[in-house]
């Protein structure tokens, strides 16, 4: 059986609207774009332009990713003058990315 520690009552029933959801949040990981942009802010805060830059894509890609992203509350806004900065909703967002790579690099065996 499965040891996860914020699976309080395995017996509990999850209702198919709490499932539907869980499903719709998943698809916003399904994304190769947006799963790099959500690694870069595993590190913090960071632009528009900087992540165009790091990335190599045009910055209106961005944009539309990050419109998705925040649409979805996996990231949120903040304004410094003209230049808009983006950081992780919160917590979360960072250990689901990182079970998810720890699985994989598991199962990859390093």
């Known amino acids: ?3 996860c520690s914020y699976i309080k009552n395995s ?3 999850v209702s198919m609207d709490v499932l539907f959801e869980l499903s719709e949040f998943f698809k916003f990981f399904g994304d190769t774009t947006r799963i790099r942009i959500i690694h870069l802010m595993l590190s913090g805060e960071i632009s528009v332009n900087d992540i165009a830059e790091k990335l ?3 910055q209106s890609v961005v944009s539309h990713q990050l419109r998705i992203l925040r649409t979805a509350n996996l990231v ?3 304004r410094d003058g003209r230049k808009m900065f983006y950081s992780l ?3 979360h967002i960072g250990l689901i990315f990182n079970t998810g790579l720890t699985h994989i690099l598991h199962k990859k065996g390093k």
């Open 76 to 78: 949120k806004p903040r």
């Open 89 to 91: 909703d919160d917590e």
């Open 56 to 58: 190599n894509l045009e």
């Open 11 to 13: 017996e509990s029933e």
């Open 1 to 3: 059986m499965n040891n």
